[in-house]
């Protein structure tokens, strides 16, 4: 942690800002109290780049919107029962929430919410210490009501009041401990932790949207495992995730195979570091979908163990995995996009494996190419990532070999465009040579067309001609030869022939 000297450095740069000051002069003239709060404060103590602006007022909302409507053309309610209202104020975007007070009853996933009258009121209901700081302004007053900077100091995560209250009031909090303690790198306390252990089914009232979104930005860290341990560990995961869970009950005593939790938590951490190496450290946001698909790649082995002649087997893993992910991620509600593209992560994650034993043809990389679709550079990341043997010589010879896969497929890309594998014949063209009308019979020869182009790749029009006609006449043939009906007897006037099949 900075020096305090060094952090009140950083939070006067902040107060002094335009936004910023222009809002707490608008407050103050109002007779309001104002001031940032939460992980701003606690960002700038720990010397973190500060990326958002959080504000708690006195003011009510409806007296915060008419403030910000003299400061800004730019205002709208973010939560309006919940006190918060959001503007774009000199040029930043500010969301300024009234002090308040809320509760999850038994039986609700949302919180009743009511208003309260002093700063030291609206920190002690925060969820931990490090997050119940605020930074009054204008006066540049730093307001601790629970211990926070000493647990900043210790790098600990603990609740301002009792766990169990804390985690009763709103059962998220648990899941935002496990965050913070990957994304800060913190330990949670014993005390807290024997209460989200406690506390872990009262999750079941939480909306699955609002557990995917913490999911998702503890996966955006830098070092989610961290963080994931702990939700299994506390049984919280179960409620969400259970097949994380059972990960762990692959662990085998005898040594038959690897533990496949802690293989699964290495391969997560090897895809962010492969992926932050591809994509550069301060580009572009974290790649979700490749996280998701490295923590969940071997969720079908559970369902596959086989002991065999004194070994283990996981067959078709992939393709259980796939099926379960999707499950899973739909109920957890994300997008059919991210859904699809994980499940097809997860099934294909096995297809290299064997090609270091005997490289493809030309063919089979273009079928690889075409299958992982949009999704090639995070099979390439996820297939490395898998590699998690300590036997070096094994090690290195997989490595080898998926860099003589990957410059294949740049060496054929660059000789077909291999990313856009089409047939060299479209169904337009295909009717037309064929003399067909549009129907399944187009979609049949569209196949095969494709087929031609993965085995043999270009052979231009001429040449995809011939293998059209040649197809369509043995595929006339061999209708022609196939019995005449159950009885005997030619299909019945006007049938289509290949219904009789």
């Known amino acids: 942690m900075p020096s305090l000297v060094d952090s009140m450095a950083a939070m006067r740069a902040i107060a002094a800002s335009a936004p910023v000051a222009t ?21 700038a103590l720990l010397g973190r780049a500060v990326t958002d602006l959080d504000f708690t007022t006195s003011a009510l909302p409806d007296e915060t919107r008419a403030i910000l409507d003299d ?47 002093t700063i030291e009121g609206d920190l002690v209901r925060r969820d931990f210490t490090i997050n119940a700081l605020a930074l009054m302004l204008p ?17 600990r995560i603990h609740t301002p009041g009792a766990p169990a209250a804390s985690f009763t009031d709103d059962p998220l909090r648990m899941l935002r401990a496990a965050r913070f303690a990957a994304q800060l790198g913190f330990e949670v306390s014993a005390e807290t932790q024997g ?3 406690q506390f872990a089914e009262r999750l079941d009232i939480i909306s699955a949207e609002r557990i995917r979104d913490e999911l998702v930005k503890l996966l955006s860290s830098t070092d989610p495992v961290p963080g994931i341990r702990l939700l299994v560990d506390t049984g919280l995961a179960e409620r969400f995730l ?4 059972a990960l762990q009950a692959t662990q085998d005593d005898h040594g038959r195979h690897k533990d496949v939790y802690e293989h699964s938590l290495t391969v997560l951490r090897q895809a962010i570091a492969l992926e932050t190496e591809r994509r550069g450290a301060h580009t572009n946001a974290p790649d979700v979908v490749l996280r998701l ?22 067959h078709h893993h992939d393709v259980v995995g796939a099926k379960l992910a999707k499950k899973r991620l739909r109920e957890l509600r994300f997008d059919n996009d991210t859904v699809k593209r994980v499940a097809r992560l997860v099934e294909l994650h096995l297809r290299f494996f064997g090609y270091s034993d005997q490289p493809w043809t030309d063919s089979a990389v273009r079928r690889y190419v075409r299958d992982a679709g949009d999704e090639l550079a995070q099979l390439h990341i996820l297939t490395r990532a898998d590699v998690t043997t300590r036997n070096r010589r094994k090690a290195e010879r997989l490595d080898h070999a998926y860099d003589d896969i990957e410059r294949r497929i740049d060496e054929l890309a660059a000789a077909e465009e291999l990313a856009a594998v089409r047939p060299e014949l479209d169904g337009a063209q295909i009717m037309s040579i064929l003399g067909i009308a549009p129907g399944p019979l187009v979609g049949r020869a569209y196949k095969h067309m494709l087929d031609v182009r993965l085995d043999e790749g270009p052979i231009g029009p001429e040449a995809a001609e011939e293998r059209l006609r040649a197809w369509y006449a043995e595929l006339e043939a061999d209708e022609a030869s196939e019995p005449r009906g159950a009885a005997g007897r030619a299909p019945a006037a006007g049938a289509d022939p290949a219904a009789a099949s």
């Open 71 to 117: 400061l800004s053309a730019s205002v709208w309610d973010v939560g309006r029962d919940f006190g918060t209202i959001a503007a774009r104020v000199q040029g930043e975007t500010v969301e300024i929430t009234t002090y308040r007070a809320e509760i999850y009853r038994d039986d609700s996933r949302k919180p009743t919410v009511s208003y309260g009258d």
């Open 195 to 197: 209460a989200m252990v």
């Open 293 to 314: 698909a490295a923590l969940l790649h071997d969720i079908g082995k559970p369902a596959t163990r086989r002991f065999e002649r004194g070994g283990v087997t996981f």
């Open 139 to 155: 006066e540049l007053r730093l307001v601790d009501v629970s211990g926070g900077l000493e647990d900043l100091v210790a790098g």
């Open 23 to 43: 809002l707490a002069e608008a407050f103050a003239a109002r007779g309001h109290e104002f001031a940032l709060v939460g992980g701003p404060v606690r960002d």
């Open 242 to 245: 259970p097949e994380l869970t």
